[in-house]
């Protein structure tokens, strides 16, 4: 089974409007935590916002929020305000288990979604 | 800009051929790792480093190797290149829990193999 799960591989939206990009993820530890990148035309990846298991409140960062659900096991990303200058890749990723002085930190990537942003 | 710097931007090889992509992390990080990017198998975890030392591995060929050095650069060596080897790879860097600045990418290095 796939770990992380984005089911949209391409969203539109008008500049200036929001829109939620979606991510499920599939895991048995209580501990991760859940990231989000952008990748644009460009190649690099950008990180934008990042989320911990135990985190009560959900993740902000600017324009960008996290909608955690953890019962839900989603992670869905929203972005306030459309820019064009959003039209990207966007990965969702998950790291598993707790830091213990060097254990493994691989993050594993969903498939993307490309954004698309309309003028 | 993240900070990790990777060279070179580009790579053109032939099969059969061997390439060494080159990765600075950012000042004070600890971890290194390194990922692939391609068309079919997406982005896949292929190796980290911790202060030197071999951390875990992911979905790694047995031609691919990478080591990090005591000024913590890490180095992958890829060998007997294949067609199916051209990709994006990316180097990553954190200073131990990737916590909420999780991990920051290197622009990356495109690799075609002809």
């Known amino acids: 089974a796939q770990k992380i799960t984005q089911t949209q591989p391409g969203m539109f939206v008008q500049e200036k409007e929001a829109v939620t990009l979606d991510c499920t993820y599939d895991t048995s530890d209580q501990s991760y935590g859940l990231f989000w990148y952008k990748q644009p035309s460009s190649g690099e990846m950008i990180f934008l916002i990042y989320?911990?298991?135990?985190?009560?409140q959900n993740a902000t960062e600017g324009r960008y929020s996290l909608n955690f659900q953890k019962a839900r096991k989603s992670a869905n990303l929203v972005i306030s305000a459309s820019q064009l200058g959003d039209s990207a890749m966007y990965f969702c990723a998950m790291r598993e288990g707790l830091w213990s002085g060097g254990s493994n930190y691989k993050l594993t990537f969903g498939k993307g979604t490309l954004l698309t942003v309309n003028p | 800009d993240s900070g990790v710097t990777q060279t070179p931007k580009h790579l053109i090889t032939a099969t059969g051929q061997r390439v060494t992509l080159r990765c600075s992390p950012r000042?004070?990080?600890?971890?290194v790792y390194w990922y692939q990017q391609s068309l079919d198998q997406g982005l896949q975890f292929l190796i980290q480093y911790y202060n030197g030392e071999e951390r875990a591995k992911g979905n790694i060929l047995e031609r691919f190797s990478a080591q990090q050095f005591p000024d913590l650069h890490s180095e992958l060596n890829l060998s007997s290149l294949e067609l199916g080897d051209s990709a994006l790879y990316f180097c990553a860097s954190s200073y131990r829990t990737s916590g909420p600045q999780g991990q920051f990418f290197g622009p990356g290095t495109r690799l075609t193999v002809l």
């Open positions: 000042s004070g990080d600890l971890s």
């Open positions: 989320q911990g298991s135990y985190d009560e």
